[in-house]
């Protein structure tokens, strides 16, 4: 049994980071998304204070919803980016949810501490989001329209110069 659980941890780790080397960011580049333009996914999880939260509860904001681990090199590498982001933007129509995907309550609560992020984190312990969003890739980010679309995505790290790029036109008035 126990061998069992450690294969589907080991699995789910292997399966859902991405590379450093394929997510990479370089400092001021900037990388475009993927284009879409379909509905957001009607998706409800818990956030660290165990509330229900929907990114229904969000709309006519934009949003950017980031998918990330606690274990994920890359995750970790782009949050002083989101965290940043974020701070700037937070007061003008803007959230931006970090989505962690698997670990408990209490290691992302230590590891949101210790990193001093301050938006939004919702926990799919049962990777949920990852197969609404239908995405495996971590981190991977989109970015929803206020009317609730969801208008691109990137997977791999984000930097700040490509939010400014991409999510920023949209917070225009």
């Not at 699995?11 to 379909?38: C, D, K, M, W």
């Not at 090199?73 to 931006?96: H, I, S, T, W």
């Not at 301050?118 to 990777?127: A, G, K, N, R, V």
């Not at 609730?148 to 490509?162: E, H, K, S």
Request: aromatic content about 10%.
């Amino acid at each position: 049994m126990l061998a069992l659980i450690l294969g589907a941890i080991l699995y789910r780790r292997e399966h859902l980071a991405v590379s450093a080397e394929v997510s990479s960011s370089v400092e001021g580049e900037i990388f475009p998304p993927i284009q879409l333009n379909t509905p957001a996914p009607d998706l409800s999880l818990k956030d660290l204070e165990g509330n229900l939260v929907s990114l229904s509860d969000y709309r006519g904001k934009v949003v950017l919803v980031n998918h990330w681990a606690t274990w994920c090199p890359p995750c970790r590498a782009e949050m002083p980016d989101l965290e940043a982001y974020y701070q700037k933007y937070a007061g003008k129509n803007f959230v931006l949810i970090g989505i962690e995907a698997g670990d408990s309550l209490e290691e992302v609560r230590r590891f949101v501490s210790e990193q001093q992020i301050s938006y939004p984190i919702w926990l799919d312990t049962e990777m949920i989001a990852l197969a609404k969003f239908r995405t495996n890739s971590l981190p991977s980010s989109f970015l929803i329209d206020s009317k609730g679309m969801m208008r691109a995505m990137w997977i791999g790290m984000v930097n700040r110069a490509t939010l400014e790029t991409y999510v920023t036109p949209l917070l225009s008035p």
